[in-house]
């Protein structure tokens, strides 16, 4: 059974990572690649990356956790500056998670936040988990892992991923 870990600790990883390929890393941006990553990673792996769940808030899929972490370090839109001490989160999952990760990082780390946040409310689980919101309620709807996998998993397969 591969490893979780903890979304904090993801999150420095991703901030830096995408820092690293010449990229900003808003907050609004961190959760949507938060949720890319645990998205694919479920569907790779068949089992989510961290525990935390993903909230339906109006600009998109958010870890509670990570937002209180990270709020008092950046507004919505504004870069995120790691502080020191970088996490290095290879010594905690596989190199094929890892390499999962930063695919993944790579796909979606030169988006805009913007551009994520349409993507999101483009897709089945956050509009799911949004039904009977208008677009600018405060929603905390839980958008659930199986469905998100299940999405992926169609885009990925062409069918359902059940297990």
């Known amino acids: 059974m591969l490893k979780q870990i903890n979304p ?3 999150s420095r990883h991703v901030i ?3 820092n690293d390929k010449g990229h900003e890393v808003s907050h609004l941006k961190l959760q949507k690649l938060i949720y890319y990553v645990d998205a694919w990673h479920n569907v790779y792996f ?8 993903f909230e339906a808030w109006m600009h998109g ?12 370090k950046s507004v919505l839109y504004d870069p995120i500056k790691l502080e020191e001490g970088y996490f290095d989160i290879s010594e905690y999952i596989s190199s094929e998670q890892l390499e999962l990760i930063n695919d993944v990082l790579d796909e979606y780390g030169d988006k805009t936040a913007y551009y994520l946040e349409c993507l999101t409310h483009s897709e089945e ?4 988990a949004r ?3 208008a677009p600018s ?8 892992k199986d469905l998100i996998k299940q999405f992926y998993g169609s885009m990925l397969y062409g069918k ?3 297990d």
Do not use: H, M, S
């Open 137 to 144: 309620d405060k929603c905390e709807a839980v958008i659930y």
């Open 125 to 128: 689980p956050w509009r799911r």
């Open 8 to 10: 904090i600790d993801l």
């Open 46 to 53: 068949n089992q989510p990356l961290i525990e935390d769940q």
């Open 61 to 72: 899929p958010v870890v509670r956790n990570i937002w209180n972490y990270f709020r008092d």
């Open 131 to 133: 039904l009977g919101y």
């Open 16 to 18: 830096k990572y995408v």
């Open 160 to 162: 359902n991923t059940e």
